[in-house]
């Protein structure tokens, strides 16, 4: 069973920017799609950012489109989500997850495997 481990989350101002990475412990990051999803206080979880296989297919919620950036480095058994100019409504945890299916997807039900999440908060 793959286990995923969030890192990099933290307390940062409006405009600044945070650096998540997801490795899995125990074990390699396998040839699935990635992708990340947060969970405010008071929201259901939703879909952040979604990356193929081999790195040249993504997705991203139009809320962050132009501010966050997913990549994966396979060598490195790593995915990383860059965020840029973070607003406080970006303030949740945000969670990695493994695609149980061959091609990226937005639908949390499509993922098999979950880290814990790091916290990330925006400050305003």
């Known amino acids: 069973q793959v286990q995923l481990v969030e890192s990099g989350g933290g307390l940062v101002q409006a405009g600044g920017s945070l650096r998540l990475s997801c490795t899995p412990s125990?074990?390699?990051?396998?040839?699935?799609?990635m992708a990340w999803f947060r969970q405010g206080p008071t929201t259901v979880r939703e879909f952040v950012a979604a990356?193929?296989?081999?790195?040249?297919?993504?997705y991203y919620a139009r809320s962050v489109e132009g501010r966050f950036t997913i990549s994966r480095d396979n060598a490195k058994n790593s995915v990383y989500l860059q965020m840029n100019s973070l607003k406080p409504e970006d303030t949740a945890v945000y969670f990695c997850?493994?695609?149980?299916?061959?091609?990226?997807?937005?639908?949390?039900?499509?993922?098999?495997?979950w880290g814990q999440g790091t916290q990330v908060t925006v400050s305003s």
């Open positions: 997850a493994q695609n149980r299916a061959a091609v990226p997807t937005t639908a949390p039900q499509d993922y098999d495997y």
């Open positions: 990356i193929g296989s081999g790195g040249s297919t993504t």
């Open positions: 125990g074990g390699t990051l396998s040839s699935r799609p």
